[in-house]
């Protein structure tokens, strides 16, 4: 956990999923602070939403989407973010809702690859007068 290897951020995602919540939410955070880490903000996210291992709160679970979504590291997981964020902002989860916000971030997610954003997208447009 102590750790100043970026390849430790991976450990976060291990350590929750094996029950070890405590060292994963060490792990996360440390690899935020250290690298401003996509992936641990998607997994801490994740945490907060769930609210196993944590406290559940939804405004800290989409603070960090948002905070990820708004990155570009090179890989796909701000694309991933994009997408839930969106998905949040639809929703109202942790944010006041909005419909129009929501469209702009699952727009990038699905313009990157992201195939759930195209379908939930087309949910909107189906929904929407």
Not at 14 to 32: P, R, S, V, Y
Request: some cysteine; aromatic content about 10%; hydrophobic content about 40%.
């Amino acid at each position: 956990m102590t750790s100043n290897k970026r390849i430790k951020c991976l450990y976060g995602y291990a350590a929750n999923k094996t029950g070890d919540h405590a060292a994963a939410i060490q792990i996360f955070d440390d690899c935020i602070q250290r690298w401003n880490d996509v992936f641990s903000m998607i997994g801490l996210a994740q945490m907060y939403e769930t609210g196993i291992g944590i406290r559940q709160d939804a405004a800290q679970s989409t603070a960090l989407m948002r905070r990820a979504a708004q990155l570009d590291d090179g890989s796909s997981y701000p694309s991933l973010a994009r997408y839930h964020y969106g998905v949040a902002l639809a929703e109202g989860y942790g944010v006041p809702k909005d419909i129009a916000e929501a469209r702009i971030w699952l727009r990038k997610a699905a313009a990157e690859g992201v195939n759930e954003a195209a379908g939930y997208l087309e949910r909107l447009d189906h929904a929407s007068p």
